[in-house]
């Protein structure tokens, strides 16, 4: 599907407070909440320009999301599909598409949205010498092999697989079957772009110029705030319910939690671990805490004997059973989590493919039994095993206690052990380079709302981010089968007997899902997060 690395790989258990705050570089401010209608937000500085093609990270993806619509969104509680700029998305055969846009739509400068601002937008991302981050979402499309070969120069400019048929219809083939593919494009990658971007890019970065809810304000200066205010000329149906949103740079989320506490500061999603446990109290119950489209994994290294040899599902089921999730989730992590019992995410719903309990009794605490399947398979290898983690993610707590769980049902306090790494570059580079020789805990995020974004990326044979190297040919075809369903509930259907075949074989154990965690002051109201861990900025009333 994608080749690429992405930002979606979660850095840990706290990944939704360090990807906030991770690029942040200038001082903090107070943010000066007032009775102006205007919400102030924390924020930090994005990793790249305001650009679709090159943001992928939550700092850049709140101001993209925010200035720019696409063909579709999601429905930030149910993530149900709603048509935005697209009037239709239709195909005959699950692999050429015609898209069909509602007439009228203007950027912010007055331009109009056409086919054109679309499929110069997505050519241009594609484009490898562009070096835009998201270009390899558009590989399923015909033609993304000549402007994004794996080696050498680009031959071609534009992707063939895409024709512009007339102002407001153009036409998409792509390489395979993909049921799903509609359902993808409210991903930010896929939003389109006005000519001004293409005639000096540089120059729009400075002034974003977009056809979303919002319009930045006074332009952008990296590491400096962000003004946003509601575009008049908007036809979504995402329309602001406040005068603005001030977006206020923290380089310390506890300055911004104080702020936050203070009445200074409106909507703060980054709150710090110590404070999980007293903000309940702390905000009069003004909090948000629910699982959000990420999860956290507990990968096995397929690639090594030890863990794959004769009796090696016996043995990554013994540990996974040997995991008191429940109590991880509530004594170490506060509650900031929720156990999983799949590889996906509660939040897809049963539209996005969820379906609760697939990962069995694999996922389920069971010490007597646990202790029976590890010693039936050899015990664990040498006799004591790792967890590894990446150190800057906040995962040492809840990996120390998932060895304390297992060396529990052991009755042995070294039979398992955490194994950090400093940074987690150094741990993706470890893991990339298929260097683990015991477990290791892995995550993703969502990038679409639906089950095979979870699965696909992950667990298929040689997939870019199948970090285990599992590989299993029921599982594969499973895959291919329901990426040509001739409709998502079909394919669903197949995406959920795949992850029965992940419960057969365990290569990675589900731990829980990661939760939106967020507070918000007495100022506002309807404050809501959505499944890719953003504020719903429009929705919020002050």
């Known amino acids: 599907m994608r080749g690429a690395k992405r930002a979606t790989y979660v850095v840990g258990a706290a990944a939704i ?45 709140k101001v993209v999301t925010s200035i720019l619509t696409g063909l579709i969104s999601y429905d930030p509680k149910t993530n149900a599909t709603i048509m935005q700029n697209a009037a239709s998305i239709t195909t005959t055969d699950q692999q050429n598409f015609t898209v069909k846009l509602k007439p009228g739509w203007k950027f912010s400068d007055g331009s109009p949205v056409t086919a054109s601002s679309y499929v110069d937008a997505w050519n241009y991302t594609a484009l490898s010498s562009n070096q835009q981050l998201n270009s390899s979402y558009f590989s399923s499309i015909v033609g993304y092999d000549a402007v994004a070969p794996a080696k050498g120069n680009p031959t071609a400019k534009t992707m063939s697989g895409l024709k512009v048929v007339d102002d407001n219809t153009f036409t998409v083939a792509l390489t395979s079957k993909f049921s799903t593919w509609p359902r993808t494009l409210g991903f930010l990658a896929y939003d389109p772009l006005p000519a001004a971007f293409f005639k000096d890019p540089t120059a729009w970065e400075k002034n974003p110029v977009g056809d979303g809810p919002y319009t930045v304000s006074g332009g952008y200066t990296a590491g400096a705030n962000l003004s946003l205010v509601p575009d008049p000329t908007y036809m979504g149906t995402e329309k602001p319910m406040n005068k603005g949103i001030n977006l206020v740079v923290y380089t310390n989320p506890t300055s911004a939690y104080a702020d936050l506490q203070s009445g200074k500061l409106d909507v703060d999603d980054t709150i710090p671990t110590t404070d999980l446990p007293n903000m309940k109290s702390d905000l009069d119950g003004r909090i948000i805490n629910e699982p959000t489209g990420a999860n956290v ?158 699965l696909q990326p992950l667990y298929t044979t040689n997939a870019p981010d199948n970090y285990s190297k599992y590989s299993n040919a029921t599982f594969d075809g499973l895959i291919t089968k329901g990426n040509a369903a001739p409709s998502t509930a079909d394919a669903n259907a197949d995406f959920q007997q795949a992850q029965q075949q992940l419960a057969k074989d365990l290569p990675v154990a589900p731990l829980w899902y990661s939760n939106n965690v967020a507070g918000y002051s007495s100022n506002v109201s309807n404050v809501q997060m959505d499944g890719f861990k953003n504020p719903v900025y429009w929705a919020v009333k002050k």
Do not use: H
């Open 297 to 454: 994994t507990l990968s096995f290294p397929m690639y090594d004997k030890a863990w794959n040899g004769p009796n090696g599902a016996e043995l990554r089921k013994g540990v996974s059973e040997a995991i008191d999730r429940e109590a991880v989730a509530s004594k170490i992590l506060f509650n900031s989590v929720t156990p999983a019992t799949d590889w996906t995410s509660p939040t897809l719903g049963a539209e996005g493919g969820y379906k609760a309990g697939l990962c069995g009794a694999a996922c389920t605490y069971n010490p007597t039994q646990a202790k029976q399947m590890i010693n039936a398979a050899g015990g664990v290898p040498g006799g004591s095993m790792t967890i590894a983690y990446n150190a800057d993610g906040g995962n040492g707590p809840w990996v120390d206690a998932i060895c304390n769980s297992i060396n529990n049902v052991l009755g042995n306090t070294k039979a398992c052990v955490g194994a950090p790494t400093t940074t987690f570059n150094d741990y993706l580079n470890k893991m990339s380079a298929f260097q683990m020789s015991g477990p290791f805990r892995t995550g993703w995020g969502q990038d679409y709302p639906l089950a095979v974004d979870f």
């Open 17 to 61: 407070a360090l990807v906030a705050t991770a690029c942040g570089s200038s001082s903090s401010s107070s943010a000066g909440s007032g009775g102006n209608g205007v919400v102030s937000a924390i924020w930090g500085t994005p990793q790249k320009p305001l650009t679709p093609g090159n943001t992928a990270e939550i700092n850049g993806s």
